[in-house]
């Protein structure tokens, strides 16, 4: 493991309570960086940003979000063909 990845998770340790709910902590954080590539609170930054947000991203020097995609759209269309369907291009 890279030293920046012992550290993250050195401090989810600290973040947490003494005892199980540290432990639980730490393994549901895990298990969902290992699942999704984000953390759970990386997935709630994601689902109120609408962007794609992981500490995993900060660790290969990365913002923490993705830059939006831009999806492209359907095309006017330009001329109508048989049938009286529209045509794109």
Known sequence: MRPSTLSFLALLLLAGCDGPAAVATVG???AAL???GGTVPDLVVS???GRDCS???LDR???YCA???EVPGR???TAPG???RWIAG
């Open 67 to 69: 830059p939006r995609e």
């Open 75 to 77: 095309p006017p269309p």
């Open 55 to 57: 500490v995993a991203r």
């Open 82 to 84: 048989r049938w009286g």
């Open 61 to 63: 020097r990365l913002a």
């Open 47 to 49: 689902g109120v940003t």
């Open 28 to 30: 549901v954080n895990v």
């Open 34 to 36: 290992a699942v999704t």
